[in-house]
């Protein structure tokens, strides 16, 4: 202690004698006062910190040294971990047969011990239905609700969800850009997404090679490389086999292949940043009427998505189909329960562009999460929602038995995308789903008036395919209609 002490004195008189130098150098007055501080170590708490002054004492400078108690940092703390009950709805598809299949809840409750996860299955359409109308009566909402890309829009718009703009700031790069534009409004956050539906073109390449076509996956590609590329594979296909390139019905047409052709382009029923009314569109117009020339041509079945019929025709071992536009989750439902007989006899090619040369990727569905503000326990609830989608382990474990894309961008290094998939002829499928997801625009399809919007689209594409009226007649229509709905 000596010892230090000594050493002290002998660096305040160094200070001391460095001070009057400079002071004389400048050849000016010495200040009033000089202040100079620095911690010292001490043998006791409180931190002590030594302050020392020069001050002029009748015109001699002199040092002051004080030892003051410095107000100590705080302690880290960690934050208590949140605890109670949640209650999340959603679909057996998503939560019983994934999130809970890959042990998430349990994975959660290791980590939360106090968080009971109590899940209310209901269909998709039991879900549009019920929170709803929870939303607006301001009572009988979830903690957690999971929510289709198509109608979350209207879910942020009406009101009720919990503003979750701070919560998500680290997800914003990580996650798939497009994703994030159906969850905002006024540059606030109201979602967390799960899965992306990236748009490719399944084949059948049983079909091809009958056709005298070429069934590898990088000449299919070449052939479809555009809509016009495609119309001539399909020509070729009828011709040769008798088979049908793919599934369009014309008097209940929904309009989800005219939207993944518009999407493709970014465009939509409606401008995303202006919101005007685009339903009417040049660009509009020519993308359903190259849709029209696969029915004038008789190259497509008139089977309506996601009735037997369709089924059948994709399940056939004879004369099936033989093409499909489709997000990849379509991938899981061929092989489970679709056409689970024709493994080996599918192939993955990017879909086809509006024009050679241009984006060949577009969605179709998706998911998010969002959390009510009805919710009487908003850390749990965003503890689990951040837990299940926001943590790459998690992801890829309900990636690893679902086959549904993350829209984590960083489980994409992950070697799960560099597996061949028996059911595909080997094909490392889902090295294309991530090359096309990350390459979806943004496009005015799904938005706070989607439900409106498309019923009249699909009026105008049914009357179109009937012949009542041209592709741009019934678009007109269908424009005004929407602008007199939105008036």
């Known amino acids: 202690m000596f010892q230090i002490a000594e050493m002290k004195r002998l660096a305040r008189l160094a200070l001391f004698a460095v001070i009057i130098l400079i002071l004389a150098a400048c050849n000016a007055a010495p200040a009033e006062q000089v202040e100079v501080t620095r911690v010292v170590e001490v043998q006791s708490e409180p931190e002590q910190v030594e302050v020392t002054r020069v001050v002029e004492v009748e015109g001699t ?25 949640i209650v999340l709805w959603g679909w057996t598809a998503a939560i019983r047969d994934t999130l809970e299949a890959a042990g998430i809840v349990e994975d959660f409750n290791a980590e939360f011990p106090d968080v009971s996860v109590e899940i209310t299955y209901y269909a998709p359409q039991d879900v549009y239905t019920n929170l709803p109308l929870a939303l607006t009566a301001g009572e009988g909402a979830p903690d957690v609700a999971l929510v289709e890309n198509s109608h979350v829009a209207e879910y942020v718009h009406l009101g ?57 996956p990088d000449s299919v590609n070449d052939m479809v490389a555009s809509w016009n590329g495609y119309l001539e594979t399909c020509r070729t296909i009828k011709e040769v086999t008798g088979s049908y390139c793919f599934a369009h019905n014309k008097a209940n047409n929904y309009g989800r292949l005219y939207e993944m052709a518009l999407w493709q382009q970014g465009l939509g029923y409606y401008d ?7 339903v009417d569109s040049p660009e509009n117009v020519a993308t359903l009427e190259m849709l029209g020339r696969f029915w004038e041509e008789d190259l497509v079945s008139d089977n309506l998505e996601w009735t037997d019929p369709w089924y059948a025709e ?62 009487q326990n908003p850390d749990a609830a965003w503890a689990f929602v951040e837990f299940a989608l926001g943590r790459q382990e998690s992801q890829l474990k309900m990636f690893a038995i679902s086959g549904f894309i993350p829209s984590l961008e960083t489980t994409y290094d992950d070697p799960l995308f560099l597996e061949g998939d028996s059911f595909l002829g080997g094909e490392r499928a889902r090295e294309i789903y991530k090359e096309v997801v990350v390459q979806i625009p943004r496009a005015g399809i799904y938005g706070p008036n989607y439900a409106m919007m498309n019923s009249a689209v699909s009026l105008a594409i049914q009357r179109y395919a009937a012949g009542e009226a041209p592709a741009e007649q019934a678009l007109q229509e269908a424009a005004a209609e929407i602008q007199a709905n939105l008036e």
């Open 61 to 85: 400078p002199e040092v002051v040294v004080e030892i003051v108690t410095a107000t100590p940092p705080p302690e880290p703390t960690d934050a208590p971990k949140p605890e109670g009950n």
């Open 314 to 375: 994709l399940a056939a071992l004879e004369q099936p189909i033989a093409t499909l536009v489709e997000a990849s989750w379509m991938e899981v439902f061929l092989k489970s329960w679709v056409a689970p007989g024709t493994a080996g006899k599918w192939g993955v090619a990017y879909m086809p562009a509006m024009a050679e040369g241009q984006v060949r990727a577009a969605n179709d569905g998706g998911s998010v999460f969002v959390i009510p503000t009805q919710t």
């Open 272 to 278: 995303p940043d202006t919101g005007e009314v685009t």
């Open 160 to 216: 009720g969800l919990l503003d979750l703009t701070d919560r998500v700031q680290p997800y914003l790069e990580q996650m798939n850009e497009y994703k994030w534009h159906d969850c905002e409004m006024d540059g606030r956050y109201y979602c967390m997404p799960w899965d992306s539906g990236p748009v490719v073109m399944y084949y059948r390449r049983d079909v091809f090679e009958a056709a005298g076509l070429p069934s590898d």
